[in-house]
């Protein structure tokens, strides 16, 4: 079975500019939940979505911004770009919502200069 | 909110044991264990339920104490492949999952 996709694997933009990265579950999973991961501060917590629909959400401003298609794919999206944005993000997926074990992608290293 | 781990780091030589604690200040449905080697995403190895149950890797041994909020990662006779960052996650409510800051083994020969 393959595993949790994340594109693009590598990212430079500008303060200011917008990105959206791309999160492929696993298949048959239909949660998907984000997560910022910077150097001493761990994995916060972006958002979740299962079926289409936003079902939690972390404390982030609201530039940060995500959505599920009805093939369980999800994208989050950062617009105007701050240099603190710069992260490694990563995606997981899990059977459905709740208590169950996540399957992480290898994460999009987004670089904001 | 954001459980607490502790140790933030600890080196052992191979064949020690290490204990790494998770803490919450709410109450606790479940907690989740993972752990991440350098460059390479996190890796499933235990949830532990309100309850009772947990579910995971047979090689692992992990505590929760409902009461306090707490859980405890046991790590005996560690081996090379153990060293790696171990994140602790939390949820309140079967719901939100918030994850500490990490706990970094590393295992010298």
């Known amino acids: 079975k393959a595993g949790v996709t994340q594109t693009p694997r590598y990212l430079i933009k500008t303060r200011g500019q917008q990105v959206t990265l791309s999160c492929s579950p696993i298949?048959?999973?239909?949660?998907v939940s984000w997560y910022q991961q910077t150097p001493g501060q761990g994995l916060q917590f972006l958002f979740e979505?299962?079926?289409?629909?936003?079902?939690n959400k972390g404390n982030f401003p609201g530039r940060f911004s995500g959505r599920q298609f009805s093939n369980s794919r999800s994208e989050m999206n950062v617009s105007t770009l701050e240099l603190g944005d710069s992260a490694l993000y990563l995606c997981?997926?899990?059977?459905?919502?709740?208590?169950?074990?996540?399957?992480f992608g290898p994460g999009t290293r987004l670089t904001v200069t | 909110q954001q459980p607490v781990q502790s140790p933030q780091a600890v080196i052992l030589r191979e064949g020690e044991d290490a204990v790494i604690n998770c803490s919450s200040s709410?109450?606790?449905?479940?907690v989740h264990w993972y752990r991440q080697k350098h460059g390479e995403a996190p890796v499933f190895l235990m949830i532990?339920?309100?309850?009772?149950e947990q579910k995971g890797h047979e090689k692992i041994s992990a505590s929760f104490n409902e009461k306090k909020q707490q859980s405890s990662l046991y790590l005996t006779a560690s081996q090379l492949s153990y060293s790696g960052t171990y994140f602790c996650?939390?949820?309140?409510?079967?719901?939100?999952?918030?994850f500490g800051a990490g706990t970094r083994l590393t295992v010298k020969p």
């Open positions: 979505y299962f079926s289409e629909t936003q079902r």
């Open positions: 709410k109450a606790l449905y479940s």
């Open positions: 997981a997926s899990s059977y459905t919502t709740g208590t169950y074990e996540q399957y």
């Open positions: 532990l339920l309100k309850g009772g």
């Open positions: 996650g939390t949820s309140s409510n079967n719901n939100d999952m918030r």
């Open positions: 298949s048959g999973h239909r949660s």
